[in-house]
């Protein structure tokens, strides 16, 4: 008799720990490179937010920010291998995967406007785009936005001539160095996670970045100018292990992409409003002078940097670009 009751005993607990994991949520690991309080942090908080409320707890959705888990360097690597799950890397980051073709982002002054950008990034263009990171072994899901650019010194940067010899940050792109070479400065590929101390110490002496990114990385405690060039856009893609998202249950991936569309939706609400806040942050921290060019230093750096799209046709694909550009100006 005794038997029989621990044999019903350790059967109810077989059935009960199968059913806690039966009952486990699903984990998504999100990790990214800026602080949390910029807009991509903000929306992946807010999709994380959203994605355990629509799925009922079956899916945990973890965020580690500011390169916790892996530099920008590493995270695309780790995603393909399945280590982490989601990640919203700059545009930039596919050139070096293989698809150039995202390297049409980083073409100086190629978007005049947020609505030519969301006429692309929102179209057939920007969909096709995504539909490249496939053979990757990479599901894009949304294009999340943060600004423009502006550039950074510890000299005044007014005119083309300014940038001579002056070392420069950049991501990983050769669209980017161009346009660093184009302006007479020289090219430095850091890691985001570097760049605060390289800027300290005089590794680089500048770089470019929204103002969001600058302020939460405290840069502007350590350049002493900055110009309000816009001359480039910064955005990313939210993407996921394709592996991972096609073996969802069909209900989890339809919730989580109603989330997504929802964080997308709130993302570039607050893109530019944050923006906004940072650069006056900056001007109130008084450690930075601001400088807003005139009509004919801007057009100085137009002429200088618009070869760049011309010198990148092979790499990016000109028919790309001169889609892009019909876009642009509709």
């Not at 009751?5 to 486990?24: D, G, K, R, Y």
């Not at 969909?127 to 894009?140: D, N, R, S, V, Y």
């Not at 390289?198 to 002496?205: E, F, I, K, P, S």
Request: with cysteine; aromatic share 8%; charged share 25%.
């Amino acid at each position: 008799m005794k038997l029989k009751t621990i044999l019903v005993a350790l059967s109810a607990a077989a059935c009960l720990t199968s059913n806690a994991f039966a009952q486990a949520p699903i984990v998504i690991k999100f990790s990214h490179v800026v602080a949390t309080d910029t807009p991509k942090g903000q929306a992946a908080e807010r999709f994380k937010q959203l994605a355990e409320k629509n799925t009922n707890g079956r899916v945990k959705v973890e965020v580690y920010p500011n390169s916790q888990l892996y530099k920008d360097k590493e995270e695309m690597e780790a995603l393909q291998l399945g280590a982490v799950q989601m990640l919203a890397p700059s545009l930039a980051k596919f050139g070096p995967l293989g698809v150039k073709e995202f390297e049409v982002f980083d073409l100086p002054y190629i978007f005049p406007s947020k609505t030519a950008l969301y006429n692309v990034t929102e179209g057939p263009i920007g969909k096709g785009l995504l539909k490249k990171l496939e053979p990757k072994g990479i599901t894009g899901l949304a294009y999340w936005d943060n600004g423009f650019k502006i550039m950074s010194a510890n000299k005044p940067l007014h005119t083309v001539a300014d940038f001579k010899g002056q070392k420069m940050r950049i991501q990983s792109s050769k669209v980017l160095d161009a346009q660093m070479r184009a302006l007479g400065a020289n090219p430095q590929v850091l890691a985001f996670s570097e760049v605060y101390q390289a800027l300290q110490t005089g590794v680089v002496d500048g770089t470019e970045n929204p103002p969001s990114n600058m302020y939460t990385q405290k840069m502007h405690e350590v350049q002493k100018h900055l110009t309000t060039s816009n001359h480039g856009y910064l955005g990313y893609a939210v993407i996921v292990n394709k592996k991972f998202w096609d073996g969802l249950p069909a209900d989890i991936r339809g919730q989580l992409e109603a989330a997504m569309r929802d964080a997308t939706t709130y993302e570039k609400a607050i893109a530019q409003r944050d923006n906004d806040m940072a650069l006056e942050a900056i001007k109130k921290a008084g450690k930075t002078t601001v400088y807003n060019l005139s009509a004919a230093e801007q057009a100085e750096w137009r002429k200088a940097l618009l070869p760049v799209h011309k010198q990148m046709e092979d790499r990016i694909g000109k028919d790309l670009i001169s889609a892009i550009n019909k876009e642009a100006a509709k």
